[in-house]
Nanobody, 115 residues
Framework: QVHLVESGGGLVQPGGSVRLSCAASGRSLSLNTMGWYRQAPGKERELVASITPTRSTNYAASVKGRFTISRDNVENTLYLQMNSLKPDDTAVYYC?????????WGQGTQVTVSS
């Protein structure tokens, strides 16, 4: 069993920055790919970024160059640095990892980009 808890969301102005964190507990995720997803009102959940155990990264085209995913395997924590935020980035952001017994999700953290 894995428990994921996101934090760091909030209200930010367009062009601003925010850093999300996802703390994992229950087991080490250092050997697992982890990812950030988001879901905006009325839209399907979409992959934002992912990072492998060797720190290879993948980004959605809409966030490439603006967001940076990283991980701290000692602290068992995943991060998402979000810069140059746009109103279209407004969504609930979820942390995810896939284990042998299925997908694990955090409860989500709301990011609202608005002036």
């Amino acid at each position: 069993q894995v428990h994921l808890v996101e934090s760091g969301g909030g209200l930010v102005q367009p062009g601003g920055s925010v850093r999300l964190s996802c703390a994992a507990s229950g087991r080490s995720l250092s050997l697992n790919t982890m990812g950030w997803y988001r879901q905006a009102p009325g839209k399907e959940r979409e992959l934002v970024a992912s990072i492998t155990p060797t720190r290879s990264t993948n980004y959605a085209a809409s966030v490439k160059g603006r967001f940076t995913i990283s991980r701290d395997n000692v602290e068992n924590t995943l991060y998402l640095q979000m810069n140059s935020l746009k109103p279209d980035d407004t969504a609930v952001y979820y942390c995810n990892t896939k284990l042998w017994d299925g997908d694990y999700w955090g409860q989500g953290t709301q990011v609202t980009v608005s002036s």
